[in-house]
């Protein structure tokens, strides 16, 4: 779940989700309506497709947006059904993590048709959940995974707990009630406070536009998802599990097992919560840029020769520092 928030990584004048990108708004061909997402275009060096959360949507993978595709990535970030410009049906049960994985298994064939390198898949927060599912369902559709700020199977604790109050809220006062609420549990958030008002007026107005039948579709299938490691772990597809250092989602220690039973790299990025994209893009892009670089297959010739993507992403990453 994306909540307004930042670190102190942030300061006051970062626009964060409006943060200005090279990226084009396309759509891909969906079985419940179409998928809207930014765009970065074509590029040599590989394919990246990035699931929102929930409540979240493509906007907050925007300040990752140019420098991915200054290190010679083509980045797609995605807005899932129900989320901000992507329609959803009205049906709760429509929002399962097998249909919403089975949306990502459909754009992530068409960028493996269309583009060439290869293609890797992250997936914030539920869309952790959502992509893992993507993976479980097709395992050759990706060449990598990264779970960002995601557990092992459904979401406990606080946020949890907030969840259970999704459906009365929704069913007495709809999107506009459940909205209205978190504002004003977020009024005395320190870190709520530090968000820019134009940045603000966005994340209100983008939460407006998700569906109501997938807030709670979606809640549902992020409380009641299943512990899958065991699965994940035998597709022998390549994981990252990584989350900032003060996650309030899923707990780091959770997380942290997690990668453990996956045997999969796991890093922990400093001066974030639960959004590091957003509170810490510096240390994100760094973690992200190393660990798709570690997927890539070898070729004994290149300890002799210079590979100028590692210069741009040397370049990208001292961008941000």
Not at 192 to 207: I, S, Y
């Amino acid at each position: 779940m994306v909540l307004p928030g930042g670190s102190e990584h942030t300061s006051p004048d970062d626009l964060r989700q409006l943060c200005p990108h090279s990226a084009a708004r396309i759509t891909f061909p969906g079985p419940a309506g179409p998928l809207v997402a930014l765009d970065t275009g074509p590029a040599s060096g590989g394919t990246v497709l990035l699931v929102a959360g929930f409540t979240g949507s493509k906007e907050d993978f925007a300040p990752l947006l140019t420098p991915l595709a200054e290190a010679g990535l083509r980045v797609v970030a995605l807005d899932q059904r129900g989320q901000y410009e992507s329609p959803g049906p009205d049906d709760p049960a429509r929002y399962s993590v097998a249909e919403l994985a089975g949306d990502v298994v459909g754009v992530l064939r068409q960028l493996r048709d269309e583009s060439t390198g290869p293609l890797h898949l992250l997936g914030h927060s539920f869309g952790g959940l959502v992509a893992r599912g993507a993976v479980l369902t097709d395992p050759a559709a990706a060449d990598s995974l990264t779970l960002l700020g995601t557990g092992p199977g459904g979401l406990t604790g606080p946020r949890a707990e907030l969840l259970d109050h999704l459906a009365p809220l929704l069913a007495a006062g709809g999107v506009q009630l459940v909205s209205d609420t978190l504002d004003e549990l977020g009024r005395n958030d320190p870190l709520r406070a530090a968000v820019p008002p134009a940045t603000q007026a966005f994340l209100t107005a983008r939460f407006l536009r998700n569906s109501a039948a997938g807030l709670q579709g979606m809640a549902d299938a992020m409380l009641g998802e299943p512990d899958r490691v065991a699965e994940l772990a035998a597709t022998g597809v390549p994981v990252l599990v990584t989350h900032g250092i003060a996650d309030d989602a899923w707990t780091p220690a959770t997380q942290q097992d997690m990668a453990h039973r996956l045997g999969a790299r796991h890093v922990v990025i400093e001066g974030a919560v639960h959004s590091p994209a957003i509170e810490n893009t510096a240390a994100t892009l760094r973690v992200l840029l190393d660990f798709w670089a570690s997927t890539a297959p070898t070729d004994p010739r290149d300890d002799l020769r210079d590979d100028p993507r590692e210069d741009a992403r040397d370049d990208a990453a001292g961008a941000l520092r």
